[in-house]
């Protein structure tokens, strides 16, 4: 999983099963997060947000689950396909917490295996 | 059809040259940002502005200097000063800067140094 950190871990799944991704956010004050995706190459595309008032948010194939308690956000992707290749990152924020707002992990690679 | 644009996808710098970046949007956002991705880290925040004329400086804004005429452009230069520019430059943008909110990305610019 990533933490907003040093690494670039890489998740491989095979095409067709559910991926997982992890991210651990630092400020405990944070309440606004994201999940954005990366094709490489690309500028980072919005998937889905959260705010600190829900611990779970559905999209078309994506949840994002959060576990304020231990400040953990998590991005699952059903029947993960060729296309979802890319590196995912997640981002915390405050709300009204100025322009400069926004802290950016350093990614999950996932590949998808055929 | 509503985004942010960044110009050129390449651009080639050589030494001791300054080189602007350019970046519009038409989502009628308040918010206009600029940062620097290098291989394997995360996003690091150079400028951001708040409102037009008006901008604040990222968390390593040395070597780069940005202006905010208009609302829609954002363009950022990368001066002889900075001894190191060879990255990929991400711009975005949101609506309201105080609020914690999505930012939404254009698709870059790769700088290399000739």
């Known amino acids: 999983g990533e933490s907003v950190g040093l690494h670039l871990p890489t998740l491989s799944v095979q095409e067709g099963d559910n991926s997982i991704i992890n991210c651990a956010y630092s400020?405990?004050?944070?309440?606004?997060f994201i999940w954005y995706k990366q094709e490489s190459g690309k500028g980072p595309q919005f998937i889905i947000d959260i705010r600190s008032n829900m611990d779970k948010r559905q999209g078309q194939r994506v949840t994002v689950l959060l576990n304020k308690t231990v400040k953990h956000l998590s991005l699952q992707i059903a029947a993960t396909q060729p296309g979802d290749s890319a590196v995912y990152f997640c981002a915390e924020g405050i709300s009204g917490g100025g322009a400069d707002g926004l802290t950016f992990g350093k990614g999950t690679h996932l590949i998808i295996q055929p | 059809d509503g985004g942010i644009t960044q110009s050129p996808k390449y651009l080639f710098r050589k030494e001791g040259q300054n080189v602007t970046l350019s970046c519009e949007q038409n989502?009628?956002?308040?918010?206009m940002y600029w940062y620097r991705q290098d291989p394997g880290q995360g996003l690091r925040l150079i400028y951001y502005s708040q409102i037009v004329n008006d901008f604040q400086k990222g968390d390593i804004a040395e070597g780069y200097s940005v202006s905010r005429e208009k609302k829609e452009s954002f363009p950022l230069t990368v001066t002889s000063a900075q001894k190191n520019p060879t990255a990929f430059y991400l711009c975005a943008s949101s609506i309201d800067p105080g609020e914690g909110e999505t930012q939404y990305f254009g698709p870059g610019t790769r700088l290399l140094v000739l």
């Open positions: 989502l009628n956002h308040d918010a």
């Open positions: 400020n405990s004050a944070s309440d606004y």
